[in-house]
């Protein structure tokens, strides 16, 4: 069944147990999950990515149907799910298991999705879609954070801060805490002050980004991924350091393939590496060979053609790739 994302605080019901929650608005979804349905699900919380379930069905069958002394009942989060999935989540619906709460994350997905048809159209399933935020959705945000904790504040720092946080509702969150940090501890709230604060509102560079997946560093590119919800623009940003870094590494191990000498051949790459980001490029050409690194070029033009096609599809392709890439294995 279908509910709007205001209406699911009331709508949380004893009788359903798979809820889908897809959309662009990933800082609302979280927003949704931590005030709602975790104080009203099972402490005994399981966290997901769907390739990880798709990789290892057995372990994720083993948390859903074993039943535990120490665990009554169970509260499954799968991130990222796709059309993928549905195979999967239809077993487990139809199993009817009255002891075990899913909630499934996704992006947006399309009136064809064979995901969102199913929870939309099941009654023992509910669907809800978290739109963009507007101006006035974050104003109210920020309005009403201050009015809780009896802080008075103008207009225009309120519109500064939605300014400086890009509309990224997690950001937003994030600062308020800062804010009113800064207020407890006796400081009064100027736009200075707030000035001060947000210079560290920053997302994670995309620089980061793209050197974390190329270490194949799971946990902070999920981290990275979690935190931030990038713009079009900025998901052809990422595939443009995904491009600059891999024909960096595709350089350097042709030097290395003439020299026989992996030292030289960093130290002899122009322009010249500065030191700092020596030992990072050394672990990435560890993980990458070069036959690797030119079918990840091939990917990432693909996968450029189809964005600039379909701009809808930017944070799905991106999310997908850089967790791909994640969890290569050379195995």
């Not at 009331?10 to 999950?33: F, R």
Request: charged share 30%.
């Amino acid at each position: 069944m279908i509910i709007k994302n205001f209406e699911l605080k009331n709508n949380i019901k004893n009788n359903i147990n798979y809820y889908l929650l897809y959309g662009s608005n990933t800082g609302l979804i979280e927003e949704t999950i931590d005030k709602f349905l975790k104080p009203v699900f099972s402490k005994n919380i399981f966290v997901f990515e769907e390739a990880d379930i798709i990789k290892d069905l057995n372990r994720f069958s083993e948390i859903v149907y074993n039943k535990s002394f120490f665990e009554e009942d169970k509260f499954i989060i799968i991130n990222r799910a796709t059309d993928k999935i549905l195979s999967i989540l239809e077993e487990i619906t139809n199993d009817d298991l009255s002891d075990l709460k899913i909630v499934i994350k996704s992006n947006a997905l399309e009136k064809k999705s064979k995901l969102r048809n199913f929870f939309e159209k099941n009654k023992k399933t509910i669907a809800v879609a978290f739109y963009e935020d507007n101006n006035q959705s974050l104003n109210n945000l920020v309005s009403n954070f201050f009015r809780e904790k009896k802080i008075v504040i103008s207009k225009q720092i309120i519109n500064y801060i939605i300014e400086k946080t890009k509309n990224n509702r997690i950001v937003l969150n994030n600062e308020l805490k800062k804010i009113y940090l800064l207020h407890y501890n006796g400081k009064k709230i100027e736009l200075d002050n707030i000035v001060k604060v947000l210079k560290s509102a920053e997302n994670y560079s995309v620089s980061e980004l793209v050197d974390q997946c190329l270490i194949k560093n799971k946990l902070k590119v999920n981290l990275i991924m979690n935190d931030n919800y990038f713009s079009s623009d900025e998901n052809i940003i990422i595939l443009k350091s995904f491009l600059s870094k891999l024909k960096r590494l595709k350089k350097i191990h042709e030097i290395e393939n003439s020299t026989n000498n992996f030292e030289l051949s960093i130290n002899s790459f122009r322009p010249p590496i500065f030191w700092k980001d020596k030992e990072i490029i050394k672990k990435q050409l560890k993980m990458w060979s070069l036959d690797q690194i030119i079918e990840l070029i091939k990917k990432i033009n693909n996968i450029e053609i189809v964005i600039k096609k379909n701009t809808s599809l930017s944070n799905h392709l991106i999310n997908n790739f850089a967790i791909e890439i994640a969890n290569f294995s050379n195995n």
